[in-house]
C-alpha cells in the first residue's frame, strides 16, 4: 500500500514559515499509522514524513515502509530538495544520501525502491536503484501548480520523464500523488503505474481520490533488458565529468 508525500499532514512546504512539527521515527504519527495499517491489512504500507533530525538544523522528507509485523524496515530520506514559489522545501529539508542498497525493500514478489518526488526528475537516481536490483521503483509525491507560472501545466513532463526513466532501467514505475488545492499550488494528482515498456498500466484521475490496482509481470524486466541491455552497455568512464 503507497500513500503520497507527507501522508498525513497538508503541504506545508506551500510558505517557508508554516511551523510545521518535525517526527520521530518509529514513535511518530505517521509511523504509528502505517505500522497499524499494516498490523490490520497483513500489507506493506509505505508512509512519508518531515523527521525530526537527531542534530541541530534541517529535518528530513522520509519515506518509510511498514511490515505486517509492525515493525520499520525501511527508511529512505529524499536526496533532491527542491526551493522556490510554492515548494520552500530548502526551509525544511535536508539531502538525504543516495541509496547504497540497504533501503531496498526485498520481498518475495520482487524488490523495491522508495526515493520521493523531486528525485524523479534526476536519473541518476532511478539508474542507482535500477543497478542495486530495484524492480518497482515508487516515488510518494506532492506536485502541481507552479504559482509564478500558472498557465504552466506540467503534468506531461513529469509522467513523461517518470516513464522515460522506467524505460531506460527496465524498472516498474508508480508515482503516487496528491489531489487538491492547497493555497497557491494545486496539485494534479494524475498517479500511476507503468511497466519497462513504457506502458501506463493504470492511471488515477488529476482532481479525485483513486485506489490504483496492477498485477505486475517482474519477467517483463528481465525481457526487456535481455533485448535492450541497457544496464550492460554503460560505460562509466566515459561519464567522470558527471561528478
Known amino acids: 500500500i503507497c500513500t503520497q508525500e507527507l501522508t498525513l499532514s497538508p503541504y506545508f512546504a506551500i510558505t517557508s514559515d508554516s511551523g510545521a512539527e518535525a517526527e520521530s521515527i518509529p514513535d511518530g504519527r505517521s509511523c504509528r499509522f502505517a505500522i497499524a495499517l499494516a498490523t490490520e491489512t497483513g500489507a506493506y504500507v509505505l ?32 536526496v533532491h530538495i527542491p526551493g522556490g514559489s510554492g515548494y520552500h522545501e530548502d526551509h525544511y529539508f535536508q539531502p538525504g544520501r543516495g541509496p547504497d542498497g540497504s533501503d531496498i525493500l526485498e520481498l518475495d514478489q520482487g524488490r523495491f525502491g522508495f526515493p520521493t518526488c523531486y528525485d524523479q526528475w534526476f536519473p541518476e537516481l532511478a539508474r542507482l536503484y535500477s543497478l542495486q536490483g530495484a524492480e518497482v521503483i515508487v516515488y510518494p509525491s506532492a506536485i502541481g501548480s507552479e504559482p509564478e507560472h500558472p498557465d504552466f501545466d506540467t503534468e506531461a513532463q513529469w509522467e513523461s520523464v517518470i516513464v522515460a526513466n522506467g524505460i531506460m532501467n527496465g524498472t516498474f514505475m508508480i508515482a503516487v500523488n496528491r489531489i487538491g488545492a492547497e493555497g497557491p499550488v494545486t496539485f494534479y494528482g494524475s498517479s500511476f503505474i507503468s511497466d519497462p515498456y513504457g506502458r501506463k498500466l493504470v492511471q488515477a484521475p488529476r482532481d479525485e481520490p483513486a485506489v490504483l490496482v496492477a498485477d505486475l509481470d517482474l519477467d517483463q524486466r528481465r525481457d526487456w533488458l535481455d533485448l535492450f541491455p541497457l544496464l550492460r552497455g554503460r560505460r562509466p568512464e566515459a561519464y567522470g565529468r558527471l561528478v
Open 47 to 78: 508512509a512519508s514524513l518531515f523527521e525530526a533530525s537527531t542534530e541541530a538544523g534541517l529535518g528530513y522528507d522520509t519515506a518509510i515502509v511498514a511490515s505486517p509485523e509492525g515493525k520499520v524496515v525501511v527508511r529512505t530520506r529524499k
